[in-house]
């Protein structure tokens, strides 16, 4: 599976570019409660972390690749919203999201992206020296993974902890794939005539 990530330096930027200003209309999508396979990503379900958390359901009815064969950026695809109505989206990113929760506050749930690592490893396998963002519910935060304590899989999933630099412990409720996109210009995909149909019986 391959991964084409932003250096934390540039996902700065674009947030910065995006919700200060207001250039650009980024939209943050989680997979619900899975990792999915990135070369078959039609049909699969997301739920929105920003800037509306926690709206769903969503799901990709159809994909524009850029010729690599799997879900990345610059690629194309149609968002099935929760009313059923379809939108053609820019994929800017494709990413990791962790589910976490607080442990000295288990009552509040955070959400981070995977930006980049400091040795260039990969971020499930030496979390350690990772570098996130935090989507919800402070947007734009920035984190780094300075401990770990593995649940025995190798591998960062759930029921493992995480620590940060000032010693924050997280409990990890999930390891999810996350996108990014933006509207598209010019969407060379077509809504499906299924949907199309299914809207006028509503």
């Not at 999930?174 to 210009?185: F, M, N, R, W, Y």
């Not at 299924?194 to 509503?202: N, P, Y």
Request: hydrophobic share 35%.
């Amino acid at each position: 599976m391959r991964w084409t990530l932003l250096t934390s330096l540039a996902l700065i930027t674009l947030l910065l570019t995006t919700h200060v200003v207001g250039a650009v209309e980024l939209t943050y999508y989680d997979a619900t409660n899975s990792q999915i396979d990135l070369e078959n990503p039609v049909g699969t379900h997301w739920h929105e972390l920003y800037p509306n958390y926690c709206t769903s359901p969503y799901t990709i009815t159809d994909w524009k690749d850029n010729g690599d064969g799997v879900l990345s950026p610059c690629d194309t695809i149609v968002m099935q919203g929760p009313d059923l109505s379809e939108s053609c989206e820019h994929v800017v990113e494709v990413t990791y999201t962790l589910e976490l929760t607080p442990l000295q506050d288990p009552v509040v749930d955070t959400w981070w992206d995977f930006t980049e690592h400091g040795t260039g490893g990969d971020p499930l396998i030496e979390p350690i020296c990772s570098y996130w963002v935090e989507v919800h519910p402070e947007f734009g935060r920035e984190w780094h993974i300075n401990g770990w304590e593995d649940n025995g899989s190798g591998q960062l999933d759930s029921c493992d902890v995480i620590i940060d630099d000032t010693g924050l412990a997280f409990h990890v409720d999930g390891v999810h794939t996350d996108i990014v996109t933006e509207p598209s210009s010019g969407c060379p995909i077509e809504p499906s005539t299924w949907s199309s149909i299914k809207e006028l019986f509503r």
